[in-house]
């Protein structure tokens, strides 16, 4: 069992900076994937970033392109979303998820088989 857990959101201004993190246990396996995903209010689910485990490739929608990056240094850290220049837009629950090897990690919410609580991020004007 998979079992993911996110920390690290809040509330900011907008063109501020905050970096969550998502820490795993149970995982087993050597590669996979992980991404964060982020779900506003009468708004469906969202995928921000992807990284694989084997050769740390990242993908980002082109929503953040420029402004959020995604790091996972080995197995044992954590997985970060570092974001800066934040806007109201990106204001979200934030999920990290966890799902099978690609060598290019989807950013479609059914590519993943585990997901965190989540983390609010709040983006004030």
């Known amino acids: 069992q998979v079992l993911l857990a996110e920390s690290g959101g809040g509330s900011v201004q907008a063109g501020g900076s905050l970096r969550l993190s998502c820490t795993t246990s149970?995982?087993?396996?050597?590669?996979?994937?992980m991404a964060w995903f982020r779900q506003a209010p009468g708004k469906e689910r969202e995928g921000v970033a992807a990284?694989?485990?084997?050769?740390?490739?990242?993908t980002y929608a082109d929503s953040v392109k420029g402004r959020f990056t995604t790091s996972k240094d080995n197995s044992k850290n954590p997985l970060y979303l570092q974001m800066t220049n934040v806007k109201p837009e990106d204001t979200a629950m934030y999920y990290c998820?966890?799902?099978?090897?690609?060598?290019?990690?989807?950013?479609?919410?059914?590519?993943?088989?585990?997901w965190g609580q989540g983390t609010q991020v709040t983006v004030s004007s």
């Open positions: 998820a966890h799902g099978p090897y690609e060598r290019t990690c989807s950013l479609a919410a059914d590519q993943y088989n585990y």
């Open positions: 149970g995982v087993t396996y050597m590669n996979y994937c």
């Open positions: 990284i694989n485990s084997k050769y740390f490739s990242r």
